[in-house]
């Protein structure tokens, strides 16, 4: 069973910042191309930052420039530094994984929120 594991969410101010992790299998990591949705309460899952070919990142609109993705290799883990964090930034944080012809797998999510 294809497990995605996040950490590192919470309650923090509005300007402060948070790192999320995420954790997953050597071969889902190895051929699956990662990233993270978001979901505030009712809206719908929408992108944060995902790898696409090669190490090319892209991200929303909403976080560009604040947010940064990352990977460790060695660890099979992705990250997502979270900085300069708003109020409208309050949502459950989802990893996931997908790749061509593939089911997409998601993490539980972790709780992100941003007091103002």
């Known amino acids: 069973q294809v497990q995605l594991v996040e950490s590192g969410g919470g309650l923090v101010q509005a300007g402060e910042s948070l790192r999320l992790s995420c954790t997953t299998s050597?071969?889902?990591?190895?051929?699956?191309?990662m990233g993270w949705y978001r979901q505030a309460p009712g809206k719908q899952r929408d992108l944060v930052a995902t790898?696409?070919?090669?190490?090319?990142?892209n991200y929303s609109d909403a976080v560009k420039g604040r947010f940064t993705i990352s990977r460790d290799d060695t660890k099979s883990a992705v990250y997502l530094q979270m900085n300069n964090l708003k109020p409208e930034d309050t949502a459950v944080y989802y990893c996931?994984?997908?790749?061509?012809?593939?089911?997409?797998?998601w993490g539980q999510g972790t709780q992100v929120t941003v007091s103002s």
């Open positions: 996931h994984a997908r790749r061509p012809h593939a089911p997409d797998y």
């Open positions: 050597a071969s889902i990591f190895s051929t699956y191309r």
């Open positions: 790898f696409g070919n090669g190490d090319i990142t």
